[in-house]
């Protein structure tokens, strides 16, 4: 909360500053930023406005997991002001790419100040699943006193308390999900996130950065009340989803959901027959109606999935990347709608 | 308890029964040509060959999509290409076929990862091309059962010409004009058969499942039908060995049916009776004289 009160109180500041000194903004060209895949880009783009040019690595429909920079990216990075990343261990290679092109500009982490889920151990027996994913709202610190008979609950006090800290060399794939643009209420974060940092680096524009931010903020408020209430409607025996990636922990956390998938956190591990074989004899137990597709991944094994356990392919989501101008989720906040209506035609029939 | 271990996975699960179904097919069909491979002094030829075709199948993806059929068609071309050039410049110029070889599958490798980068899609190809095994649907079924089936037919009616070039060139080409000919469909198989193999194994690890089981078999007999014989049988227990591997230890499925293989490579080596390494050093050549 601190943080966003000294937000605001620069924000102030920085609106009282504009408006006293004369503005020499006008004939200014817009400033550069690069934000590294395509759904940052989106609400970059959304607060920044016509003051920006910007430059998005990973474009509709790209993996921004296993992302190979070009030497265009490079020279965009260095000569941006501004460089927009997701953090958490989302982008690997960014920092290589930074240095690379010897970027002296602000680096601003979109997730900065959201409460991360931590990573699951992908090693667990699947069905053990249903506790850990309730386990994973950690917005309540409450919520873990339920859980105390769990064997893994020392671990996620654990997390809890070292929150700011970097000292979790245990696990492989960075130690939260970074996926964290799949709730609406970590989008409100970015946006806040996004203008502050827009703000510091151009300041005479600052208050048109903080009024796009409002608009858009808006806009995520009403989308949350729809996205609640296609959600809320869901039947209880009906909240078990089948993805190819585990992209949505956020989105299942918000809305009490439990999100499967063969490939784990990162679309770069190879599946192999155990996780498979988990997961049809969990679709096959729950009686899962309905598996979902990604519109990045490989979607011949959920296919296949589908196949051998007589579900239906619901549709696709979008998780990593938004789809091109012409598809049905070109902004983040179609995107989620997108998302949402998905699933509840699937599950909710 | 070896029902649970062995039997269980492949009949609880149909995703199980279609990998090993592939595998099966795809050990069929690629090894004796690994066999002619090996034989021929060309075992590095098939790592080549993937590279050659990878470039093709990456094209069939940016073109038509996650089609089986455009990647295919795809990879094809572009091997078959790759394989008549460098046999024609290694017939016609006095540079080894090897070498131009070397340097076709090099500009054809150069080629297809410029038009993937240009493309602009960020979609890891190699992921797209790293089939795997466990998501076989019938098309890629069927289609990796008819390329076996065409392989060891085509292979048949080639048996003797082949032999006859593993074992004297210079002396089929001086008796039958049927040496180029023998030779290039012979080059056609493999590419054929590391293009079924991609769609169950990935590019790299079908270079694996063609060679490595000929290589052990070379410790087992000494017979060109002893040889495909036992690089068979390798291929096929690498295949459900690895499986298994990976159902019960969830590794991922074609490294591990490649390690398989390698193990049983290894194995070979020390314990083969034709050659091994331990045949070889033994004062048991009593026996022979």
Known sequence: ?349 | MIWDLVVAPFADFGFMRRALLGCIAVSVGATPVGVFLILRHMSLTGDAMAHAILPGAAIGYLVSGLSLGAMTVGGLIAGMIVALASGFVARVTSLREDASLAAFYLISLALGVLIVSTHGNNIDLMHVLFGTVLALDNTALILLCSFASLSVLVLAVLFRPLVLECADPQFLRSVSKLSGVTHFTFLALVVMNLVGGFHALGTLMAVGIMILPGAAARFWAESIGGLIAAAALVAMLSSLIGLLLSFHYSLPSGPAIILVAGVGYGLSLIFGPVGGAIAQNLPRRNFET
Request: aromatic content about 6%.
């Open chain 1, 1 to 349: 909360m601190t943080s966003l009160r000294s937000v605001f109180a620069s924000a102030t500041a920085i609106v009282t500053f504009s408006l006293t000194v004369p503005t020499v903004s006008w004939a200014e060209q817009p400033i550069p930023v690069v934000a590294t895949f395509s759904i940052l880009g989106d609400m970059v783009e959304r607060i920044g406005g016509e003051h920006i040019a910007l430059t998005t690595l990973v474009g509709p429909d790209g993996d921004t997991h296993v992302y190979q920079p070009t030497p265009k990216a490079a020279r965009s990075v260095a000569e941006a002001d501004v460089l927009f990343m997701n953090g958490l261990e989302f982008e690997g290679w960014l920092e290589r790419l930074a240095e690379a092109a010897s970027f002296n500009g602000a680096m601003v982490v979109a997730t900065n100040g959201i409460v991360p889920i931590a990573f699951e151990e992908h090693e667990d027996e699947h069905e053990e699943h249903d506790e850990h994913e309730e386990q994973e709202e950690h917005e309540e610190h409450d919520d873990h006193e339920e859980h105390d008979e769990h064997e893994e609950h020392d671990d996620h006090e654990e997390h809890d308390e070292h929150e700011e800290h970097d000292d979790h060399a245990g696990h492989d794939h960075g130690t939260f999900d970074p996926h964290a643009w799949q709730s609406l209420d970590n989008a409100v974060i970015y946006a806040n996130n996004i203008a502050a940092g827009l703000a510091q680096a151009d300041p005479a524009n600052a208050s048109a950065y903080y009024i796009n931010r409002a608009v858009f903020v808006d806009q995520i408020v009403a989308l949350k009340s729809d996205v609640d209430a296609m959600m809320g409607a869901l039947p209880a025996d009906k909240r078990t989803v089948v993805t190819p990636h585990d992209a949505f922990g956020y989105f299942a956390a918000a809305y009490d959901l439990t999100f499967e998938a063969p490939q784990g956190m990162s679309t770069e591990s190879e599946v192999s027959a155990a996780d498979v074989a988990a997961l049809i004899t969990q679709i096959r137990r729950d009686s899962i109606s309905a598996v979902f597709i990604e519109s990045i991944t490989d979607n011949r094994m959920m296919e296949q999935i589908a196949n051998e356990t007589g579900a239906t392919i619901g549709g696709t989501l979008y998780s990593d990347a938004l789809s091109g101008e012409t598809g049905p989720a070109s902004t983040y906040l179609d995107m989620i709608r997108h998302n949402a209506t998905t699933l509840s035609d699937a599950l909710g029939s």
